[in-house]
């Protein structure tokens, strides 16, 4: 099944789910994404990446698997991804600019080795001693 056709069938079990016909900005809303974006899911024009995928995951976690990230992935980012996106509003502005230098490097060397679960532990450390 293709990630529009999963969306589309979400987006329809949702509205059951309410008992009543909503509009997609009511899904939107729902999910933490602006409507445009939703649309654009709807329609086949783009699958969620980032931020936008991290906000449909806390609703609907089978997003992962209809993107086709694998499943050691998926747990990764629905978990530890959102609670880095957390402590990363914690730390003051001056430091954020040093995370995300850091994320950048360690991004490149997870991807490099395939160590995502890595990645998250060295840059969750990292946070947390900038927060100190």
Not at 12 to 19: C, D, K, R
Not at 22 to 42: C, H, K, N, W
Not at 60 to 74: C, N, R, S
């Amino acid at each position: 099944m293709e990630f529009q056709e999963w969306f589309n069938r979400e987006y329809l079990q949702w509205q059951l789910s309410e008992g009543k016909r909503r509009t997609v900005g009511a899904f939107a809303r729902y999910l933490d994404i602006p409507q445009t974006v939703a649309s654009s899911y709807l329609n086949g024009k783009a699958i969620p990446q980032g931020k936008n995928l991290i906000a449909v995951g806390r609703r609907l976690p089978g997003v992962y698997a209809a993107v086709g990230l694998p499943y050691w992935q998926a747990a990764v980012l629905g978990d530890d991804l959102a609670q880095l996106e957390y402590l990363f509003g914690l730390l003051p502005e001056a430091g954020r600019p040093a995370v995300v230098l850091a994320m950048k490097d360690a991004l490149s060397a997870a991807i490099d080795y395939e160590d995502l679960p890595g990645f998250v532990r060295t840059l969750r450390a990292f946070i947390e001693e900038q927060r100190k």
